[in-house]
């Protein structure tokens, strides 16, 4: 918790960063809009059923409809068939594809993990996928971020990741202190448990003390593709003396910042993985960093949740 007596409360840090918020050049709603644009013109709803469960690029479609036992196409609408009429069923047959694309190469960084397709978090899966494949179908990623954060006499720090070299995606950007997928079959508290040790080292005795916040989400044309996430953002304070230890080979290296830098890394660089800078902002909001002094409060914090994930 931050302490009313600190020598920078939320109130002296908000004062301090109050001029730069106002900077022309400070920039926290291009994050927002980056992460909130794209055009569906371009891309083919994927069906279920009436259920539209993904989008997918409609130059892609003669892939769908090499498999029409599986899917069917018309019109720039794409659907699973009819006859896969049960979670496992589907699961099963586009299970196969994926696999058959990975082959052509049309799928890449094959994890071996499967993620739930879901109208809703709280709905039972349609059917499950191969994360790899997540973005190729434009369905709804769930995720869980942490932000581990130290309060210093004189102020609020924040824990910052580095990803390492040979990550698939965003190699040897900034990242959370600890972040995740959400495996299909686990919870979002029993993956942020898991996280915490494999990314940072943090025992489950100290992970516990981890508090919920809610989530955000992300709704983009990213790189010729839709990428939507919803990402439950979870907040953990840590000791002066902790220091973070990989355990899975993921992260490279790690710094504590005082929390201006990161407005600064935020703001005005493209040096954060790119989802991760929502979660900072929402991070700011919530601890009075962010006020409703700044022009664009209000579009700021409406965006973070803009993206039509449930």
């Not at 892939?63 to 896969?84: C, K, N, P």
């Not at 220091?243 to 490279?252: C, F, H, I, L, S």
Request: aromatic fraction near 12%; glycine fraction near 8%; charged fraction near 25%.
């Amino acid at each position: 918790m931050l302490f009313p007596d600190s020598a920078y409360s939320f109130f002296k840090l908000t004062e301090l960063l109050m001029n730069d918020f106002h900077h022309p050049e400070y920039n926290l709603k291009r994050w927002v809009q980056r992460c909130n644009t794209r055009d569906l013109t371009r891309f083919a709803p994927l069906h279920i059923g009436d259920t539209v469960i993904g989008w997918v690029p409609k130059d892609h479609l003669s892939r769908f409809r090499e498999h029409h036992t599986v899917f069917g196409v018309m019109d720039a609408e794409v659907w699973v068939q009819g006859h896969l009429n049960t979670p496992a069923a589907r699961t099963s047959a586009v299970g196969e594809v994926l696999v058959e694309w990975e082959k052509r190469g049309w799928v890449s960084g094959w994890r071996d993990e499967l993620y739930r397709v879901s109208t809703r978090f709280d709905d039972e899966p349609l059917l499950l996928v191969e994360r790899a494949a997540a973005q190729l179908l434009g369905i709804c990623s769930y995720g869980v971020h942490l932000n581990g954060f130290v309060q210093k006499s004189e102020g609020l720090w924040m824990w910052i990741a580095r990803r390492a070299k040979d990550r698939p995606h965003y190699p040897g950007y900034l990242d959370h202190l600890v972040a995740g997928g959400l495996t299909a079959g686990q919870s979002a508290w029993e993956v942020v448990i898991r996280e915490c040790w494999e990314e940072a080292g943090i025992p489950e005795s100290l992970a516990q003390r981890c508090r919920p916040n809610g989530f955000v989400t992300v709704f983009m044309d990213h790189y010729g593709l839709i990428k939507r996430d919803l990402l439950f953002t979870y907040d953990l304070e840590l000791p002066e003396d902790f220091e973070p230890e990989n355990m899975d080979g993921e992260v490279e290296d790690f710094e504590l910042l005082p929390i201006k830098d990161v407005v600064h890394l935020v703001a005005e660089t493209d040096e954060i993985k790119l989802n991760c800078n929502l979660v900072i902002i929402d991070f700011f909001v919530r601890y009075g960093i962010l006020t409703p002094e700044h022009p664009h409060y209000s579009k700021i914090v409406l965006g973070l949740r803009a993206g039509g994930c449930a």
